[in-house]
DNA sequence: TCAGAATAGTCCTTGACGGGAATATGTCGT
DNA sequence: ACGACATATTCCCGTCAAGGACTATTCTGA
C-alpha cells in the first residue's frame, strides 16, 4: 500500500534513516554514529520501515546490515508518475522519450 | 520539507482526498460525497492539505475550489529520483536521455 | 434582511506514536 | 561457559492527531 510507506516516511527521523541507506546497506551502530540517535529508536523506526516493505535485513556476524528495497520505492515513483502532467510540461515528449527506450530495450 | 508532504501523504483520508482531486479542482462537498467522508473532516484534512502546499483554494460563489498544486508533487518526484538507481536498470541511460532534453530546452 | 446552502472552526474523547530508560536476546572470541 | 559487543524489546509517559457532534461564518437569492 502507498499511503503505508508514505506515513513511515512522514517521520523526520525515519525519513533521516532513509536518505542515509541511500548509500548501501549499514549496520545499526552506523545510524546511531551518523544520525545521531539513540540505539533503541533507530531499531524501533527500523522495525516500522521493514514492517512496510522499505528496508530489510540481512545478519552479518553479530550485527545486522539494514538495505533500503527497492520495491516500495518504485512503487512511489509510479505513482507519482500519474501526477506528473500537473507540473511537467514535456509531459507528452517524454513519454514518447520512454517509449523509445523501451523499444530500444526489445532490440537487445 | 519533503517530510511534511510524506506525513500529510500518509494518513488514508488524505491520501483518498488527493488522488480524487487528481482529476481536477473540486468543491469541498464533491469530496464528501465521492469519499462518503463527513463535510467537518473534509475541511480538516484539505487545511492540512493545504499547510503543506499541496493544495490551494480559489474561492467560486459560496463554495471553494480546492486543486492540487504542482510544487510539492514535482518535489517528492524529484526526491523519488536520486533513489532511481536502486530499481531501474536503466537508470544510466535515462540520465543521458533527461540530459539530451535539458540540452535541446536550452535552444529554445 | 432573512432563509438556506457551503464551508470552517471548536470542544471533547480516544487511540496511536515517539522518546527515554532499563532490560532482554543473541552472537562472537577466548 | 564467560564477557563484551550489537541489537531488540518492554514499560512508562507525554503529546499529538483524528473523528464525532455541535456551532460559527460567509455567501447567495428572494
Not at 533503541?40 to 520501515?49: A, T
Not at 501526477?83 to 532490440?107: G, H, P, S, T
Request: glycine share 4%; hydrophobic share 40%; with cysteine.
Amino acid at each position: 500500500m502507498t499511503h503505508t510507506s508514505f506515513a513511515a516516511l512522514g517521520d523526520p527521523n525515519r525519513f533521516r534513516i532513509v536518505e542515509f541507506l541511500r548509500s548501501g546497506a549499514k549496520p545499526v551502530n552506523d545510524i546511531v554514529a551518523g544520525l545521531q540517535l539513540n540505539q533503541p529508536q533507530v531499531s524501533k523506526h527500523l522495525k516500522v520501515l521493514k514492517e512496510v516493505g522499505l528496508v530489510d535485513v540481512q545478519p552479518r556476524g553479530q550485527q545486522r546490515l539494514y538495505e533500503l528495497q527497492a520495491a516500495p520505492l518504485r512503487e512511489l515513483h509510479e505513482w507519482l508518475e500519474r501526477y506528473r502532467q500537473l507540473w511537467d510540461a514535456r509531459f507528452d515528449a517524454m513519454d514518447e522519450v520512454i517509449d523509445e527506450l523501451q523499444a530500444k530495450e526489445k532490440c537487445t
